[in-house]
């Protein structure tokens, strides 16, 4: 039997953990088979999704790319791509079940990695990959067919999904009203870049509203003068009658195919320092499934390469070493496609540099070298 390691996800993580396993620990072990499930036949870069929503600017292929040609250089028996979605994991017995479009199969495992990441709440919702790529696709083209058509945009949520849309909406289109809704009385969670982040949008027309809790939205039956608008009702009473409505708000991580005693109380998934998810044997996570110390892709990278690291090293008799994070805490939010506000730990890094960092492609170069392993 092959020695068969299972990787969950085709995202940042699973992407870099499938390559990595094959181009180095296939050199140890010539009888290695990495089995790589994921929901998306493509892998959506997130990151771009604020930018992918607004209509014209970016094409589909510099946010959306195929995943199996990118494995394609390895041989055939040391690699399989799954378009499916993990419903359950038994970590006693080492098997999963992933359901595809065309039926369900069992897959056993030596080692399972999980990087099944998180979703945002709202199920339609463009921002990141929840679905196969139809669906994804789907999700980004029918936002830019609504923010094309829509006069008046409510974004609400001022993370830095939030904030990035609420700037990609209004560099575009400067006859569109567009509004953001924070539930704090600061953007950004009242980070240090909050108040920079929030200058920004008011020097592009973005209407910034703080203390504006989103309790409810329902969208306006079609007829009459309102039809096809949505109110939006906050904490304090206020409606808000919009073409559009936008929610960034909330996270939900993808573990509900895991038993309990892998998972913290919120949900997210238990690991070591070593990337080994407690109270199982054999299996791994990396990136926002784990989300610490913070959901973050670069993070993800790290964490990705850590596990990649210690699974080699088990599989050679070794012993783990500690998964490497980054020394300093970035933090970058484009505002718009010429400027922004960010910070490496507590040093204020300035607009222009955000938008060459950060705003200017969106990170859209790094895609095809995760995606055909050359960047690992
Ligand atoms: C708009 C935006 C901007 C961002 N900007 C930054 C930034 O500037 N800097 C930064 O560091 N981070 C940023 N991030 C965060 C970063 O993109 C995430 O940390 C990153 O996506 C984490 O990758 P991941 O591989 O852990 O999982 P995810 O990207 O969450 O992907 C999970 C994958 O698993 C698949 N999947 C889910 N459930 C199942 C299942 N049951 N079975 C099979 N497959 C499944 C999904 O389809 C998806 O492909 C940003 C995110 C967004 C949305």
Avoid at 157 to 162: D, I, K, N, V
Avoid at 219 to 232: C, I, N, S, Y
Avoid at 354 to 376: A, E, N, R
């Amino acid at each position: 039997m092959a020695l068969t390691i299972v990787v969950l996800g085709g995202s940042f993580a699973g992407l870099q953990v499938a390559h990595r396993l094959l181009k180095h620990t296939r050199n140890t072990h010539k009888d290695l088979k990495v089995i790589l499930v994921s929901k998306d036949s493509h892998f959506f870069w997130n990151l771009a999704s604020v930018r992918a929503v607004v209509p014209g600017v970016l094409k589909e292929e510099q946010y959306n790319l195929p995943i199996e040609p990118g494995f394609a250089k390895y041989p055939a028996e040391s690699f399989e791509f799954i378009v499916g979605s993990a419903e359950a994991a038994d970590l006693d017995a080492k098997t999963v079940r992933v359901v595809t479009a065309t039926g369900e199969r069992s897959l056993s495992y030596d080692h399972l990695v999980l990087g099944t990441g998180t979703r945002y709440m709202d199920p339609n919702s463009p921002w990141k990959a929840n679905g196969t790529n139809e669906e994804v696709m789907a999700s980004v083209k029918s936002t830019q067919e609504k923010i094309r058509a829509a006069k008046h945009i409510v974004v609400a949520g001022a993370g830095a999904t939030g904030v990035e849309t609420a700037g990609e909406i209004r560099f575009e289109f400067k006859d569109k009203e567009v509004v953001l809704l924070s539930g704090g009385d600061q953007i950004l969670g009242g980070d240090a870049i909050a108040g920079n982040a929030e200058q920004e949008l008011i020097k592009l027309g973005v209407q910034v509203k703080l203390g504006a809790r989103v309790t409810g939205s329902h969208e306006l039956p079609d007829e009459g003068a309102q039809g096809g608008k949505t109110e939006v009702t906050l904490a304090n009473g206020e409606t808000i009658l919009t073409d559009l409505y936008l929610p960034t708000m909330g996270v939900l991580p993808n573990t509900e195919y895991l038993p309990a005693k892998v998972l913290r109380d919120d949900k997210y998934v238990l690991v070591d320092e070593f990337g080994r998810v407690q109270n199982a044997e054999n299996v791994w996570a990396a990136g926002d499934i784990i989300s610490e110390p913070k959901s973050s892709f670069i993070i993800a990278d790290k964490q990705a390469a850590g596990v990649a690291k210690n699974i080699d090293l088990v599989l050679n008799g070794k012993k783990t070493t500690p998964v490497k994070l980054i020394p300093v805490d970035v933090f970058v939010c484009a505002v718009g496609r010429s400027r922004g506000a960010g910070r490496m730990a507590g040093i204020k890094v300035f607009s222009f540099m955000v938008y060459m960092i950060k705003g200017k492609t969106l990170g859209t170069q790094m895609m095809p070298g995760i995606v055909d392993g050359s960047s690992f």
